[in-house]
């Protein structure tokens, strides 16, 4: 059996941190005012960053002990699906979401000609 490499908990840790502050960022920068809430979360963009190194580094690990013992490098499709199978699954469903709707959209507007055109402003 093979061994598995010892968890590193406060890079996990810190890395679980910094999406947090990520998610927190872009939900403020989006979000129309921060309120009293702005001095508190005027820094979260540094979790942006953070979490890009911690994860760079994390994802590094097996190619650096793989070199180091000299024993046969991670798969590099492992780390494409990583990386790309996600966004391209939700991207997938967010289209489903967005044809759906607008076929639920086309049922409840009645079939009239003028359906399609927009009232006019007096």
Do not use: N
């Not at 005027?42 to 979790?47: A, E, I, M, N, P």
């Not at 780390?79 to 049922?107: F, Q, T």
């Amino acid at each position: 059996m093979a061994r598995r490499r010892p968890y590193l908990r406060p890079i996990e840790g810190a890395r679980g941190v910094a999406a947090l502050g990520v998610v927190a960022y872009h939900t403020m920068q989006f979000s129309r005012g921060h309120g009293p809430l702005e001095a508190a979360t005027s820094r979260f963009w540094l979790g942006v960053p953070l979490f890009f190194v911690l994860s760079g580094f994390l994802l590094y690990r097996p190619f650096a002990h793989a070199v180091i013992r000299s024993v046969p490098r991670p798969s590099i499709t492992r780390y494409a699906r990583l990386i790309l199978e996600k966004p391209l699954l939700d991207a997938k469903d967010d289209l489903r979401s967005l044809r759906r709707s607008r076929m639920e959209g086309e049922r409840a507007r009645p079939k009239t000609p003028d359906s399609r055109r927009r009232p006019a402003v007096t």
